[in-house]
T-cell receptor, first 117, second 112 residues
Framework: DADVTQTPRNRITKTGKRIMLECSQTKGHDRMYWYRQDPGLGLRLIYYSFDVKDINKGEISDGYSVSRQAQAKFSLSLESAIPNQTALYFC????????????????FGPGTRLTVL | GQQVMQIPQYQHVQEGEDFTTYCNSSTTLSNIQWYKQRPGGHPVFLIQLVKSGEVKKQKRLTFQFGEAKKNSSLHITATQTTDVGTYFCAGRSTGGSYIPTFGRGTSLIVHP
């Protein structure tokens, strides 16, 4: 089984709808991230969480919110989807660098392709 | 804030030719990581460089970290069709945030 899973894998929705993307991990990592990928723009950080009680905005958090329900679960919500939120969304996890040999290597989920019409 | 610039954005090569992608950071880095994303896939970690001037090899791939720890390169010798994909660098600044910043990636297209 994959260490980092994302649901759904594909979603088509309409402008104004509320959407939730979910991410689960079995790696036991404290740190989790949400990225957005658009052609030519690379991976842009939306939100990140260092532990269950810690939530931080990334580079492009406007229009998004997150919830860290447990160490293993980190969900991303679009409260009112708009067409320019059409993109590929990745969840990632990492260990704590330097702690007991941990590394900040990021492990990505398979991605969710979201289309907002 | 920290910026990581990666060039070129795209590179077309004939199979057997070499390929290089470059990353430059606006700040000194504590480490730099490289990832590969196959078409339709997700980024997968390749390697991490930590030391000034460090060079690491993985078969036909050579990774370098600059002496000033502000730039890095990935060189592929004699490309194969299996090398197709987008290569990303991700650098973590020495101060402030512990979040790595990704470059925009270089998409490698290998023509048989």
């Amino acid at each position: 089984d994959a260490d980092v899973t994302q649901t759904p894998r594909n979603r088509i929705t309409k402008t104004g709808k509320r959407i939730m993307l979910e991410c689960s991990q079995t790696k036991g990592h404290d740190r989790m991230y949400w990225y957005r990928q658009d052609p030519g723009l690379g991976l842009r950080l939306i939100y990140y969480s260092f532990d269950v009680k810690d939530i931080n905005k990334g580079e492009i958090s406007d229009g998004y919110s997150v919830s860290r329900q447990a160490q293993a679960k980190f969900s991303l919500s679009l409260e009112s989807a708009i067409p320019n939120q059409t993109a590929l969304y990745f969840c990632a996890t990492s260990d704590i660098p330097g702690l007991a040999g941990g590394s900040d290597t990021q492990y990505f989920g398979p991605g969710t392709r979201l289309t907002v019409l | 804030g920290q910026q990581v610039m990666q060039i070129p954005q795209y590179q077309h090569v004939q199979e057997g030719e070499d390929f290089t992608t470059y990353c430059n950071s606006s700040t000194t880095l504590s480490n730099i990581q490289w990832y590969k994303q196959r078409p339709g896939g997700h980024p997968v970690f390749l390697i991490q460089l930590v030391k000034s001037g460090e060079v690491k090899k993985q078969k036909r791939l050579t990774f370098q970290f600059g002496e000033a720890k502000k730039n890095s390169s990935l060189h592929i010798t004699a490309t194969q069709t299996t090398d197709v994909g987008t290569y990303f660098c991700a650098g973590r600044s020495t101060g402030g945030s512990y979040i790595p910043t990704f470059g925009r990636g270089t998409s490698l297209i290998v023509h048989p």
